[in-house]
């Protein structure tokens, strides 16, 4: 089974508008953390925000603030204010355990594109 | 601070041929991680190493592909003899013990296609 989801291969939003990035995970782990990255037709990884599952408030990085929602399991990516600039790939992962050492996974991504 | 370098950027060669793909991780950082990125599969994590030693490499696909981390400050992804099959993004990250918000910084990647 996959453990991060991410159902929408490809998103477009107008520029200065919102739009949620969707994620969902599977973990029996109660111990976890979610990371979202970007990833620009220029290829690098670029991290952007980060939900412990102990988390009480969801996360905010400037225009990206994460919808974390537990008990079902979606860890949400919302960009406020698009630029196209914002146009990419995004990458949601997750680490269990994040107390222990074990590695990132990821999931397929989404490809953002954001119009004039 | 220098971030996670990769050389080289882009490779192209033969089948058949040895490539070495090389990584200079961010100093301090005790955890390596190579990945490689292809439209087909994602992201998928190859092997990674602890302090130099490697923890877990079942991500490694075939005996053709070989890493090593002679130092804290250098790792080497070694696919001998190469193919086609092996083209794809190859990616180094690095980061401190993998604890709370501590996220993984990547390099640039490598840039493989076998012909």
């Known amino acids: 089974a996959q453990k991060i989801t991410q159902t929408q291969p490809g998103m477009f939003v107008q520029e200065k508008e919102a739009v949620t990035l969707d994620c969902t995970y599977d973990t029996s782990d109660p111990s976890y953390g979610l990371f979202w990255y970007k990833q620009p037709s220029s290829g690098e990884m670029i991290f952007l925000i980060y939900?412990?599952?102990?988390?009480?408030q969801n996360a905010t990085e400037g225009r990206y603030s994460l919808n974390f929602q537990k008990a079902r399991k979606s860890a949400n990516l919302v960009i406020s204010a698009s630029q196209l600039g914002d146009s990419a790939m995004y990458f949601c992962a997750m680490r269990e355990d994040y107390s222990g050492n074990t590695p990132l996974v990821f999931g397929k991504g989404t490809r953002l594109s954001v119009i004039a | 601070d220098a971030g996670v370098i990769q050389s080289p950027r882009h490779e192209v060669t033969e089948m058949g041929q040895e490539v070495t793909l090389r990584c200079k991780p961010i100093?301090?950082?005790?955890?390596l991680f190579w990945y490689r990125q292809t439209m087909m599969r994602g992201l998928e994590l190859l092997i990674y190493?602890?302090?130099?030693?490697?923890?877990?490499d079942s991500g490694m696909p075939e005996d053709r592909f070989s890493a090593k981390m002679p130092n804290a400050s250098f790792s080497t992804l070694k696919i001998q003899p190469s193919e086609p099959r092996d083209s794809a993004v190859y990616f180094c990250?690095?980061?401190?013990?993998?604890?709370?918000?501590?996220?993984?910084?990547f390099g640039d990647g490598t840039r493989l296609s076998i012909l």
């Open positions: 100093s301090g950082h005790d955890y």
């Open positions: 190493f602890n302090n130099n030693v490697p923890i877990d």
């Open positions: 939900q412990g599952s102990y988390d009480q």
């Open positions: 990250a690095s980061s401190h013990r993998p604890r709370d918000n501590q996220p993984q910084h």
